[in-house]
């Protein structure tokens, strides 16, 4: 395995920081220290917090494998259950402590830095489009109602995704996300 080159390290050191204490908790000197670099490394790589908050963004939506979602050898409703339970045990993983870092950093930065909100939309608006496209794919399958607007449903997930790990970070259990399960799976898609 390839030693990380100090961008990687810093780009690391922040995505685990920005998850776990959120973006403003997280100064530049917690971040070199964590990735084990001098603090002016950092501005070799970076010219800002706010750039490195881009990349982290980045980073987070690259690592996590839509991979499944379009596998056309598995049915599509089996892609989407299959994607959110890989989310779920994540989630769990991490002591209902991490959530998603796109609601979190939506949460904390979209009225403060423009930037970053531009950068979670934009992604946001990617990982619903892939979302829309399972549902579409069920639909001409025949497993969703013809006249399902596969956009709009898309969204709704999304929006009941990001809010029940919200509520899990807050009650510190599972219940929000079995909740989510429970409706999405067992009754809006039956």
């Not at 706010?50 to 596998?71: C, F, K, P, S």
Request: with cysteine; aromatic share 10%; charged share 25%.
């Amino acid at each position: 395995m390839s030693r990380l080159n100090v961008r990687e390290k810093l780009v690391d050191a922040a995505l685990n920081l920005f998850h776990e204490r959120g973006y403003n908790a997280s100064g530049v000197q917690d971040i070199v220290v964590q990735a084990g670099v001098p603090k002016g490394s950092f501005y070799n790589h970076f010219v800002s917090k706010e750039a490195l908050g881009l990349e982290t963004i980045a980073r987070y939506w690259h690592d996590n494998d839509l991979t499944v979602l379009r596998d056309p050898a598995i049915p599509p409703l089996v892609r989407l259950r299959m994607h959110f339970d890989m989310m779920a045990e994540r989630f769990t993983n991490s002591g209902f402590s991490r959530g998603c870092l796109l609601g979190n950093f939506g949460a904390e930065m979209a009225d403060a830095n423009p930037a970053i909100r531009e950068k979670l939309s934009e992604t946001l608006k990617a990982w619903t489009d892939a979302i829309a496209d399972v549902l579409r794919e069920a639909r001409d399958a025949g497993a969703l109602p013809k006249e399902k607007n596969v956009e709009q449903f898309a969204r709704f997930l999304m929006d009941a995704w990001e809010g029940c790990l919200i509520r899990g970070k807050v009650m510190k259990d599972r219940s929000a996300v079995d909740d989510f399960f429970d409706i999405t799976f067992g009754c809006l898609l039956k």
